[in-house]
């Protein structure tokens, strides 16, 4: 089955082609950071204005560039949800629409399980069970996976998502948005031992998360230094290094309380170098595999949702014609039952 993914659910547009036989045929991107950037983060309307303005010309592109033409597309999947509620809808009304004319079966996509599936479009594909991380800007979330589609949280933020935090300290530090990708370059030049970032929540069972913390030991230490000439650099190291440590000893226990033994790391902040360096560690000493998308599939795309769509659609699911958007939507509340 050929199916047409589109994600509009924040600031990034993203249109895919993906056959359940083929693989993925072709994806574009356009990231809207230039139209938020002078704002310092995303502003919705003008987020919703950019996916109604690109999401024609990208499909067209999308479809040139692997040769297919409308008729060739036999599903269209759409992010429904979670995420900006204009965002998602300019991208539902879009491909509802679509599918109406074209009278092909149309779905609304979980973000979070085109993240979650996303390293399942590399060749060495994680089967289920795997245990999943799931750090964006929105979400952090740690997630058993006992078959595709059957989710069970282990644990998640009780504040800031991990990509959030990431962001709100790169803005207190003076750095553009986004954030993330900011204070990554700036942590490698830094001494990530100068100050000693706390590991929340880490010294108490349990696998949830809290960052926000993380966000107010920056504010302090950056006010109360003197402002010499590495000190951006060895927050950014110590936040940078507070994270991923933090991260993996809540993957340890989840593999512990689990006993499985494929790791799946996802979502945004998945991009960070020294995450990826941290996590290929924690799999050589628990001598577990660890699964990551391609670095331009751990960002929003539309691949991960044409991908995620596919399975389900081609498992006979879809929407009916009323367009639903879901700003808020459980992971663990979504149909299980996906064939393959
Ligand atoms: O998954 P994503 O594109 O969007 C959401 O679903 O939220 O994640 C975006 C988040 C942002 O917070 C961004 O700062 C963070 O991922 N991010 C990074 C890096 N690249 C993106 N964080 C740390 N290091 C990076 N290299
Ligand atoms: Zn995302």
């Known amino acids: 089955m050929r199916v047409l993914g589109i994600e509009t659910s924040c600031d990034e547009t993203g249109v895919a082609v993906y056959d359940t036989g083929a693989g993925l045929l072709a994806h574009a991107l356009h990231s809207q950071i230039d139209v938020h950037a002078r704002f310092g983060g995303v502003v919705p309307e003008l987020a919703s204005r950019d996916h109604v303005r690109k999401l024609a010309p990208m499909l067209r592109g999308v479809l040139r560039s692997c040769d297919n ?14 995420g900006l509620v204009g965002a ?19 779905l609304g996509v979980h973000h979070m399980e085109g993240h979650l599936l996303a390293p399942r479009l590399e060749t060495d594909a994680p089967e289920p069970p795997f245990v999943a ?97 590495s000190l951006r650099a060895d927050i950014a190291a110590g936040f940078e290094a507070a994270i991923c440590d933090t991260l993996a000893i809540k993957c340890r226990r989840a593999m512990a309380a ?5 790791l799946v790391v996802a979502g945004g902040v998945s991009a960070n170098t020294r995450l990826r360096a941290t996590f290929n560690q924690l799999g050589e000493q628990l001598d577990i595999t660890v699964y990551y998308p391609r670095p331009q599939f751990c960002t929003d795309n539309g691949a991960m949702i044409a991908y995620a769509g596919a399975l389900r659609l081609a498992a006979g699911q879809e929407d009916g014609s009323a367009i639903r958007v879901y700003p808020r939507w459980d992971i663990d509340s979504l149909p299980p039952n996906i064939t393959r």
């Open 69 to 82: 033409r409308l008729s060739d597309i036999q599903g269209i999947a759409y992010t429904a949800g979670p």
């Open 88 to 106: 998602l809808l300019a991208g539902a009304a879009f491909a509802h629409g679509l599918a109406h004319s074209l009278t092909v079966p149309v």
């Open 133 to 229: 991380l799931l750090v964006s800007g929105g979400h952090t979330l740690l997630v058993a996976v006992d078959a595709v589609g059957d989710y069970r949280i282990l644990g998640e933020t009780l504040d800031d998502a991990a990509g959030e935090a990431f962001d709100k300290t790169a803005k207190l530090l003076g750095l553009e948005y986004p954030g993330g990708p900011r204070i990554s370059e700036l942590a490698r030049n830094g001494n990530a031992s100068r100050f000693r970032f706390p590991r929340p929540m880490t010294n108490r069972p349990g696998l949830d998360f809290s960052f926000s913390g993380l966000k107010t030991f920056t504010r302090t230490t950056f006010q109360a230094q003197d402002g010499d000439s």
């Open 258 to 262: 689990t006993g499985m033994r494929r």
